[in-house]
């Protein structure tokens, strides 16, 4: 390994939807990257990275296990990684309904272990945590928590979305008692490439607009002021991989989403008329849907939470995305070609066939 190919980042969750787009912001910055892989997948993320484009020259690559102390690496592994300045964190099980013990393993258990790895790095510059936008509006003031702060945090939010302020907690005090520089980036709904349309996750809003491709969507959960705001995934991995050189202090966090996201009705008929499909004309408020079978609103009753009338505040994000020179994409224009490309791929089915 020489001097210019000797790892300054981590990525944790490389081989994910989010994480190996950052793993390309990174490297077309012209930042050295290891990246964790588990089972050989490194391989395949060489040749994703490749396909677009990018060198990976500047790619080294651990395995790891995110529920494992000290992520679980090689004594060789975790060597390699001695010159590390940022360590970035995008891995999650994104999936709904998933077990309690499954979604804290990674969402929170996960999340521990790479702040104690993080923190055991001489040259820490920061720790980049990626949460979510909805988890900001759940504080909790202490971690562990008790038993029953988390029965009923489990019970009310599901196990994805509970896992996911746990951990926001667990890493939020802990770096603080430590004295981890942290920046937590709290993204919205994640579509796909601005240029390209490239998906990749199909979860969530996604689920939606199969349905309104199908003809199976009559009506829109939520009423005419639901929101839920969008990032393209090129502008959250150059936003994140920005983080490092911009943010000082012990903590920072930043919600990133398109705050000109229209209200979730009229993001639909905008994707409607594009694609060409009916519009849905009526809305059903959320406390009806979850009362109804999955099987005729096809909204997992876990996603409800995300379905709000709420905004939130952008200003630190985009003060920091002026400063790097980044800005969103016309967001009409990025839903439209998400929307083609989820077609084109079958919602993820044609890459399972293939």
């Known amino acids: 390994m020489t001097e210019n190919t000797t790892p300054r980042s981590l990525v944790v969750g490389a081989t994910g939807f989010v994480g190996r787009w950052l793993v390309r912001a990174l490297l077309d910055r012209g930042t050295p990257v290891a990246a964790t892989a588990r089972g050989g997948r490194g391989g395949e993320l060489r040749s994703w990275l490749r396909a677009r484009g990018t060198d990976d020259t500047a790619l080294s690559t651990v395995d790891a296990d995110i529920t494992r102390p000290g992520l679980g690496l090689s004594p060789e592994d975790r060597g390699a990684l001695a010159g590390v300045r940022d360590v970035f964190n995008a891995a999650a099980l994104y999936r709904f309904?998933?077990?309690v013990r499954e979604a804290r393993a990674v969402n929170t258990t996960g999340a521990v272990n790479v702040l104690d790895l993080a923190g055991s790095l001489s040259g820490l510059r920061r720790l980049v945590h990626l949460s979510g936008y909805r988890v900001a509006g759940h504080p909790l003031p202490e971690f562990p928590l008790p038993a029953a702060t988390a029965r009923d945090l489990y019970r009310g939010l599901g196990a994805y979305e509970a896992s996911k302020v746990e951990g926001d907690t667990a890493v939020r005090l802990l770096a603080a008692e430590r004295g981890v520089p942290l920046t937590t980036v709290c993204p919205g709904t994640v579509i796909g490439h601005s240029e390209t349309g490239e998906a990749g996750q199909y979860i969530g809003l996604s689920e939606l607009v199969e349905r309104l491709w199908r003809g199976r969507l009559a009506a829109v959960p939520g009423n005419r002021r639901t929101?839920?705001?969008?990032?393209?995934?090129?502008?959250?991995?150059?936003?994140?991989?920005?983080?490092?050189?911009?943010?000082?202090?012990?903590?920072?966090?930043?919600?990133?989403?398109?705050?000109?996201?229209?209200?979730?009705?009229?993001?639909?008929?905008l994707v409607a008329d594009h694609l060409g499909v009916a519009r849905p004309r009526l809305t059903v408020p959320v406390a009806l849907v979850r009362r109804l079978p999955r099987a005729l609103t096809g909204v997992d009753p876990e996603g409800l939470s995300f379905f709000s009338e709420d905004r939130y505040d952008t200003?630190?994000?985009?003060?920091?995305?002026?400063?790097?020179?980044?800005?969103?994409?016309?967001?009409?224009?990025?839903?439209?070609?998400?929307?083609?490309?989820?077609?084109?791929?079958?919602?993820?089915?044609a890459a399972a066939r293939a």
């Open 315 to 349: 200003a630190s994000a985009d003060r920091l995305a002026r400063a790097a020179g980044l800005a969103h994409p016309p967001v009409a224009d990025a839903l439209r070609r998400w929307a083609d490309r989820l077609v084109e791929e079958d919602f993820g089915r």
């Open 227 to 269: 929101f839920l705001p969008v990032v393209t995934v090129d502008h959250l991995a150059a936003f994140t991989a920005a983080v490092p050189g911009h943010d000082d202090g012990p903590f920072r966090s930043h919600t990133v989403l398109d705050a000109r996201t229209p209200p979730l009705p009229e993001m639909l008929a």
């Open 97 to 99: 309904g998933a077990s």
